[in-house]
């Protein structure tokens, strides 16, 4: 079986390494009907404030159970994904040391 996964940070690190690498992936194969991802950063992975340790895919339904090449594609994965701050499951942004929007709104950190 071949697995090919298609992201930003794939595509990106393709560009300067084609063995990859920023990624570790772990894949959970239920018999032969379901495929699941798990994702970690490796820490050498080059963003600012590496926030996500580790993400989980929903289940992937095989659709030709005879196929031996899989093509996943997670077009939100990005650097800006897993540096990206979330309070209560939002994302929040961080505009400098002193600044962030959550929720649509700015918040300035007190002097």
């Known amino acids: ?6 992201n930003p940070i794939e595509q990106q690190f393709h560009r300067y390494n084609s063995e990859g690498g920023d990624l570790i992936y772990t ?3 239920d ?3 379901s ?5 970690q950063p490796q820490c050498s992975v ?4 590496l926030v996500v340790r580790e993400m989980n895919t929903d289940s992937y339904t095989v659709k030709d159970k005879e196929a031996n090449v899989f093509e996943i594609t997670l077009p939100q994965l ?3 994904f897993i540096s990206c701050q979330r309070l209560e499951g939002v994302y929040t942004k961080i505009l400098d040391k002193d600044r962030v929007v ?3 709104k ?4 007190a002097k």
């Open 46 to 49: 080059f963003v600012k404030n």
């Open 106 to 109: 700015e918040f300035v950190k």
């Open 31 to 33: 018999g032969i009907t």
């Open 35 to 39: 495929i699941s991802l798990t994702i």
């Open 78 to 80: 990005s650097y800006g």
């Open 27 to 29: 894949l959970s194969v």
């Open 1 to 6: 079986m071949k697995f090919i996964i298609n």
């Open 102 to 104: 959550w929720k649509g």
